[in-house]
């Protein structure tokens, strides 16, 4: 079935196997009590490939090995990913069990090394069960079915209670491209990438270095707009693969229907990232703040991303308490240029504040929207033309509750 969004249409069967050329496969492998922990997706053609990291300074070993992979040819074919174990702040040992597990997969699969990227999320700082991971990649058998994309979304998982994946489709001059994305994400979800892995693959025929540029814009407006808990982590990356299997006509900037393709993979990371914002540790509603007038589109999203991140507003959120002095006090902090004067805000279509003076509202109405499993919030702020968008969730007792067991 396709649902129409615009010019993108939204496959709602799609998986990340619906793009010509990809296959997928995930297993159980003993790393967790009974969750698939094992996944990969597969090309089988060298496709163009980009990739984006987490920004804290402390970074994993299997982000090391994919940057030394793409860096080769800004091709892949293979990604070999796995859960219960980040393979971060382990040393030397770590280093070299992430190229092991490269190495194993380009060899069962009978490809160069660099061909593959290597993915690993969970718990930092312990070694790796390579007993466990070696002798089952041989098991792992790459298929374009949807019980196959189900089983690696799961593989993916950590604290998520649920998987996350969305497929969408365009029209390249006459050529019919096709775009699908498979994340992970619930806590340590911010700044700019989380501890979240993402995975995009399409069938457009575009070269890695237009692939990359399209890529880093985009994470700007989704991925890096989205807040559960303001912690980073270790392991975090978007990556994009596309088959070229479409046979359009290679996209650049310069390509008629480039504008068509950069809103395709920007339609495809906004409701990946929002699906992670939603299932955020604990979360029970998904909240979108919109900012506008304000002095440019990064001072918006600034403001945007504060407000979302602030503790205050989201038990406020959480608790459906219609208190808007945490909103403007988050906005007053957020470091953007702003006027104190000019400010209007609404949560939903109920206007709480115009030129920063209080108006007149129902409580009650408020909270009766804001025991809703969707939650706007809207700021002007009256003062240029700037706007943008963030996403986030309410902080529950649940989010303390999952963190404090985390490893037990």
């Not at 190495?103 to 061909?115: D, G, H, V």
């Not at 001072?299 to 909103?327: C, E, F, I």
Request: overall charge negative; aromatic content about 4%.
């Amino acid at each position: 079935m396709l649902t129409t969004e615009g010019s993108i249409m939204k496959i709602d069967k799609g998986t990340i196997v619906t793009p010509a050329g990809f296959q997928a496969a995930g297993m159980h492998t003993g790393m967790k009590r009974k969750r698939n922990d094992l996944g990969m997706i597969y090309c089988d053609v060298p496709a163009s490939a980009a990739a984006l990291y987490t920004q804290n300074v402390i970074k994993a070993a299997p982000l090391t090995v994919t940057k030394d992979s793409i860096a080769k040819e800004g091709k892949l074919q293979a990604v070999i990913v796995n859960s219960g174990n980040a393979n971060a702040c382990t040393g030397k040992q770590g280093e070299k069990d992430a190229y092991t597990m490269r190495r194993i997969t380009a060899e069962q699969f009978s490809l160069p090394e660099y061909a593959v990227a290597v993915s690993s999320t969970g718990i930092i700082g312990l070694d790796m069960p390579m007993n466990k991971i070696i002798p089952n990649i041989e098991h792992l058998h790459p298929e374009a079915g949807e019980e196959n994309a189900s089983a690696f979304n799961e593989a993916i998982l950590t604290t998520d209670t649920v998987t996350k994946s969305i497929c969408h489709q365009i029209t390249v001059g006459d050529k019919t491209v096709t775009m699908a994305g498979s994340a992970k994400g619930s806590g340590m979800i911010e700044p700019n990438m989380g501890t979240m892995l993402a995975f995009v693959t399409t069938d457009a025929a575009i070269e890695p270095d237009m692939l990359q540029m399209a890529l880093e814009d985009v994470t700007d407006k989704t991925f890096n707009c989205i807040t559960v808990d303001g912690d980073t982590s270790t392991n975090d990356m978007v990556l994009v693969m596309a088959s070229g299997k479409a046979g359009n006509e290679s996209l650049t900037p310069e390509h008629n229907d480039w504008d068509k393709f950069a809103g395709l993979l920007k339609q495809t990371c906004e409701d990946l990232a929002k699906m992670i914002a939603r299932d955020g540790e604990g979360a029970t509603k998904l909240i979108e703040v919109d900012v506008t007038g304000a002095r440019n589109d990064a001072q918006a999203v600034k403001v945007a991303k504060t407000v979302v991140g602030s503790s205050l507003v989201k038990t406020a959120v959480y608790g459906a308490d219609p208190n808007w002095g945490r909103l403007i006090a988050a906005i007053g902090r957020s470091g953007a240029d702003i006027n104190a004067q000019t400010i209007d805000a609404s949560i939903g279509s109920i206007q709480l504040l115009q030129n920063s003076q209080p108006m007149p509202f129902s409580e009650a109405e408020v909270s009766d929207y804001l025991m809703n499993d969707d939650i706007t919030i809207k700021v002007d702020l009256n003062v240029e033309s700037g706007a943008g968008k963030a996403w986030g969730c309410d902080l529950t007792y649940d989010y303390v509750r999952i963190n404090a067991s985390y490893r037990t």
